[in-house]
């Protein structure tokens, strides 16, 4: 995803109805390996930069994240995905639809088979 799509998707966030729980959860359990014993390659937990700017507009969205009271088990295992550059304690919780729109066909290809992200996209787009 590059940063103007990245930046787009989080002004767009998770709107005024974010997925079930489970649904975040599951997402997030792929990423971190919380049930599996294996997390994501992609999952990066280390340290990252952000721009001033895309630091505000996350830092807004967390907020949001916490009025809403959205949160998932494991959730401080979740770093930033390699693949798309994108904060999953927040991704977790857009909607696919968001996530497809946002995302070229390029990154796309680039998640590994059994991400929540390219299965999600894909459902959406069963002849790409």
Known sequence: MSLVNGAKA????FGENPPPQEVAQARSDICTGRLSGVPCPNNHTGGFSLTATASQVIHAQRQRKLELKLAVEG????????????????????????INDHTPDSTLANFPDFCWIKQGCKSLNPNA
């Open 10 to 13: 989080i002004i767009e966030g």
């Open 75 to 98: 959730e401080e295992s979740l770093g930033v995905c390699k693949v798309c550059k994108c904060y999953l304690p927040l991704k977790v919780w857009y909607h696919i639809a968001t």
